[in-house]
């Protein structure tokens, strides 16, 4: 079965200092991983995914994330934090029952000026 | 490309009524759509998949009667929530995907249930 968790339920940054999220996950099968930004009643949208192939994963906005196989895990991270990056961010990985998506707890990103 | 709506975006409702939201994938053909149940500073809670023309596979926990799932074409899926009442407020997130390798997510749905 797989599971995902995310560490720290809310972070929190100076505008330009560097975001790390922090999302483990298991899976009994390769894991096709995501991770997803939620602003204020909206829907999610995808920052950024990982498949298959390079490790190193570039998505929107200057949002990056590695996966590591051998630690399980898939952090997420910017450079520098700006004002609008604040925001709910979700990990998530594939299930492997019928392209179900199985979701972290979710993790709230304060950017302080 | 990719887009997904979802309407209406806020409903508010008596108790005892019914509710539909619809789900539209507005530019990809949608093999299989997804809803989601999202409370106040929660993550989200699968509640059904469905597929075109076939029965919706319900989550453990979630009433097949209560919540009803149509998926009648490849561009639509509606979500019937049936006789409302205030424990059933929250925020309804719908998606698409194509290939069921990757979702693409409505901008959700506000219902409130007084």
């Known amino acids: 079965a797989q599971s995902v968790t995310q560490l720290g339920s809310h972070v929190s940054v100076s505008e330009g200092a560097l975001v790390l999220l922090r999302c483990n996950y298991s899976s009994s099968v390769p894991p096709y991983l995501f991770w997803y930004v939620q602003y204020p009643n909206q829907g999610l949208q995808l920052l950024l995914k990982?498949?298959?192939?390079?490790?190193l994963v570039k998505g929107i906005n200057g949002f990056e994330a590695e996966f590591k196989k051998s630690e399980t895990s898939f952090h997420l991270t910017k450079p520098s934090a700006h004002m609008s990056d604040a925001a709910e961010y979700f990990c998530a990985v594939r299930g492997n029952q019928g392209g179900k998506l199985i979701f972290g707890q979710g993790t709230e990103l304060s950017v302080k000026p | 490309g990719a887009v997904v709506s979802q309407h209406p975006s806020r409903v508010i409702c008596k108790s005892g009524t019914s509710v539909k939201i619809e789900c539209r994938s507005l530019?990809?053909?949608?093999?299989?759509m997804f809803w989601y149940r999202q409370f106040p500073k929660q993550s989200l809670m699968l509640m059904a998949t469905?597929?075109?023309?076939?029965?919706?596979?319900?989550e453990q926990g979630v009433e097949k009667d209560k919540f009803l799932i149509n998926h009648a074409s490849l561009t639509l899926s509606t979500l019937t929530v049936t006789s409302a009442h205030p424990e059933d407020s929250s925020f309804y997130i719908c998606?698409?995907?194509?290939?069921?390798?990757?979702?693409?997510f409505g901008p959700g749905t506000r219902l409130t249930v007084l």
């Open positions: 530019d990809f053909q949608a093999t299989t």
């Open positions: 998606s698409a995907s194509a290939t069921g390798y990757e979702q693409f």
């Open positions: 469905s597929n075109e023309g076939s029965k919706a596979t319900y």
């Open positions: 990982y498949t298959t192939g390079a490790t």
